[in-house]
């Protein structure tokens, strides 16, 4: 069995650090890798990637990450990467790592991910140039993190993003500002790779559980949503065949 520890959206800054990693005490006994669903930083600034590289570095595990909107804030994005690979953090960008845990191998596909909407309510490639391009840069985001599943030679897969890729964990927030939330094109690329379980972040008021279409777990970890550190959530690799 595989224990997967999740957040999202920590917000990290100077005025702050050091109080996000005081709750990660003993995560090593609980679990076998840490996803992190994005938004580490609150503005996007290298200062603030610095205080987020010091929560996460050595915590006993791997420590696997996503950057959320809010990282993307300072266009620093780039920066604040280096800063967490540099604190052993991996970060991935539409792209996939796979662990070894205890002979099981884990595969975890990642990217931030982005927004355009949900069946019937979703944007379309119609009209001004700048809507155009908002749903092709939504379409593009989701092929390449798509492929990054496909790619996974892995014994179980997991899926992380900071955007939601289905609906029903975004209940609760606004029905208005669900586009900018998620898209319903990253849930289809999970139920095209058959991953085990999918990790998101950034809807501060939604809810935690979900389904894809396919019938994939889907947890949304923003820390105002799950109320704890983490949340713990155990992969079987050799599930019982069904009767």
């Known amino acids: 069995m595989i224990r997967v520890a999740a957040a999202g959206d920590l917000h990290v800054g100077p005025e702050v650090a050091g109080a996000y990693r005081a709750r990660l005490h003993g995560l090593a006994d609980q679990a076998d890798v840490f996803l992190v669903a994005g938004d580490l930083t609150r503005h996007g600034t290298v200062e603030e990637g610095r205080v987020a590289a010091g929560e996460l570095r050595d915590l006993g595990v791997p420590v696997i990450t996503v950057l959320g909107n809010h990282d993307y804030h300072s266009d620093a994005e780039e920066e604040i ?3 967490l690979r540099d604190a ?3 970060v991935l960008e539409n792209e ?3 662990l070894d845990c205890g002979g099981t191998r884990l595969g975890v596909a990642g990217g931030k991910g982005f927004g355009g909407g949900f069946q019937g309510k979703c944007a379309s490639d119609f009209g001004e140039p700048e809507m155009k391009a908002f749903v092709r840069h939504a379409k593009d985001v989701a092929a390449r993190f798509g492929g990054a599943l496909l790619g996974l030679d892995a014994d179980v897969r997991v899926s992380l993003t900071h955007y939601a890729p289905v609906d029903d964990t975004l209940e609760g927030e606004p ?5 900018f939330l998620g898209s319903y094109l990253l849930g289809e690329a999970i139920d095209a790779a058959g991953v085990e379980l999918a990790i998101h972040g950034h809807a501060h008021k939604g809810t935690e559980k979900g389904l894809t279409q396919g019938g994939v777990r889907v947890r949304n970890v923003a820390l105002p949503v799950i109320q704890h550190a983490y949340a713990l959530y155990t992969l079987d690799p050799h599930p019982a065949p069904a009767r």
């Open 81 to 83: 990467a280096d800063v």
């Open 88 to 90: 052993g953090v991996t």
């Open 96 to 98: 996939g790592t796979v």
């Open 175 to 179: 029905p208005e500002i669900y586009p």
